[in-house]
C-alpha cells in the first residue's frame, strides 16, 4: 500500500526550525501533506476542536507539556487520531515503551535527518492501513445494518399492511396527546 496523495498532519513542536524538518520530510514521503502546527497546549486543544488530521506528530520535550500529554489530550478528543512521538534527544529513548503501551503508535529519533523519512514511512504505511481497514469494516457493519432495517420495513410493512401500521401509528400518536393532557389537567 502506498500512501494517499493527501494526509493531514497535525504538528506539535515549539522549534520553528524542527517543524521545517518535519514539514520537508514530509513532503519527500507524501505528495501533497496538509500539515498544521501548533507550539501549546491551548494551541493543540483548539486545533483538535477545528480539525481532525490523520496523524498527530510531536515531538517529546515542549515548554509545558510533553508527549505525555499531547497523547491524552489527543486522545480525549478522539482516540482514532494516530500520535507519533518524534524527538531529536536521545534520552527520551527510555519513555518509548511508556508512550507506546499509553497509545502512541510510534517513536523516532530525529537523527540522522537523511533517513527519517524512510524511517516513518513504513509505520505511516501501516498506520493508513489499519485506519482503512477499520473504516471498510465500519462501512459494511454499516451496510448490514442498513440491509437489515430495509428487510424489517419490508416486514413490518408486508406482514400488517402499510394501512394497518399507519391506524397502528396514529392510534399511539393519540393516546400520547391523550396522557399529556391528562397531565397538564391536573
Request: hydrophobic fraction near 35%.
Amino acid at each position: 500500500m502506498s500512501l494517499p496523495d493527501v494526509l493531514h498532519f497535525l504538528i506539535v513542536e515549539d522549534q520553528v526550525s524542527d517543524s521545517f524538518l518535519l514539514q520537508r520530510q514530509l513532503k519527500k514521503i507524501c505528495a501533497h501533506p496538509e500539515i498544521r502546527f501548533v507550539d501549546s497546549e491551548i494551541s493543540l486543544i483548539n486545533a483538535l476542536k477545528t480539525y481532525i488530521p490523520d496523524m498527530v506528530l510531536t515531538d517529546f520535550n515542549l515548554v509545558g507539556m510533553n508527549a505525555f500529554d499531547v497523547l491524552r489530550i489527543t486522545k480525549n478528543y478522539n482516540t482514532k487520531i494516530p500520535v507519533v512521538v518524534i524527538t531529536g534527544n536521545l534520552k527520551y529513548e527510555a519513555d518509548k515503551e511508556k508512550l507506546l503501551e499509553s497509545g502512541a503508535e510510534g517513536f523516532f529519533i530525529k537523527e540522522p535527518v537523511n533517513t527519517l523519512n524512510e524511517r516513518m514511512l513504513p509505520l505511516f504505511k501501516n498506520i493508513m492501513e489499519t485506519q482503512k481497514e477499520k473504516q471498510d469494516k465500519l462501512r459494511s457493519e454499516r451496510r448490514k445494518y442498513d440491509s437489515s432495517k430495509s428487510q424489517s420495513d419490508f416486514l413490518r410493512e408486508h406482514t400488517f399492511g402499510k394501512e394497518e401500521d399507519d391506524e397502528r401509528e396514529e392510534n399511539h400518536k393519540t393516546s400520547l396527546w391523550d396522557g399529556l393532557l391528562r397531565l397538564f389537567k391536573r
